[in-house]
């Protein structure tokens, strides 16, 4: 999830790939304090709490020119 290398879009009836450059995540340990709606459903077992909940305060990153893949 948090390795993403590029955004893939539809423009039209192309697909285009817009890389990206980013460092690593600095990703802290943290506490699931609320559930809001289903953005965790299939992530969290039946009845219990998540295997591991991260933060990221935020990252940089810069993209690239779009380059068409179809």
Do not use: K, Y
Not at 4 to 23: A, D, K, S
């Amino acid at each position: 999830m948090t390795a993403r290398l590029g955004l893939h879009e539809q423009v039209g009836r192309r697909t285009v790939w817009i890389p990206n450059e980013r460092p690593p995540w600095p990703l802290q340990a943290a506490t699931l304090r609320e559930r809001c709606g289903d953005l965790v459903e299939g992530l969290v077992p039946a009845g219990g709490e998540p295997v591991s909940v991260r933060f990221s305060p935020g990252v940089r990153t810069v993209f690239g020119a779009p380059q068409v893949l179809r």
